[in-house]
Nanobody, 115 residues
Framework: QVQLVESGGGLVQPGEWLRLSCAVS????????VGWYRQAPGGQRELVAT???????EYADSVKGRATILRDGLSNTVDLQMISLRPEDTAVYYC?????????WGQGTPVTVSS
């Protein structure tokens, strides 16, 4: 069973930065795409950033220029670094990994951006 464990969430002030990390229980290159999604209170889960096996990245328009997705094949981690955080970035952030016919999610880590 594939496990994804997120860490790094918490309370941050507007304008600050944070780095979320996702530990994957198997080689991340076994997946076609790994990435991060988020779900704000009362909202739907939405893409934040993904990276495919070839290294191509995709970012939501709302985070372009503020977010960077990073992967490490030695530690099998997928990190999301975000700068210039805004209150509207407040959400539960979920790690995702998918391959043919399989889609895996972590439990989520909450991020609150507030002064």
């Amino acid at each position: 069973q594939v496990q994804l464990v997120e860490s790094g969430g918490g309370l941050v002030q507007p304008g600050e930065w944070l780095r979320l990390s996702c530990a994957v229980s198997e080689n991340i290159f076994n997946f076609n795409v790994v990435g991060w999604y988020r779900q704000a209170p009362g909202g739907q889960r939405e893409l934040v950033a993904t990276i495919n096996v070839g290294g191509v990245t995709e970012y939501a328009d709302s985070v372009k220029g503020r977010a960077t997705i990073l992967r490490d094949g030695l530690s099998n981690t997928v990190d999301l670094q975000m700068i210039s955080l805004r209150p509207e970035d407040t959400a539960v952030y979920y790690c995702n990994a998918r391959r043919l016919r399989s889609n895996y999610w972590g439990q989520g880590t909450p991020v609150t951006v507030s002064s």
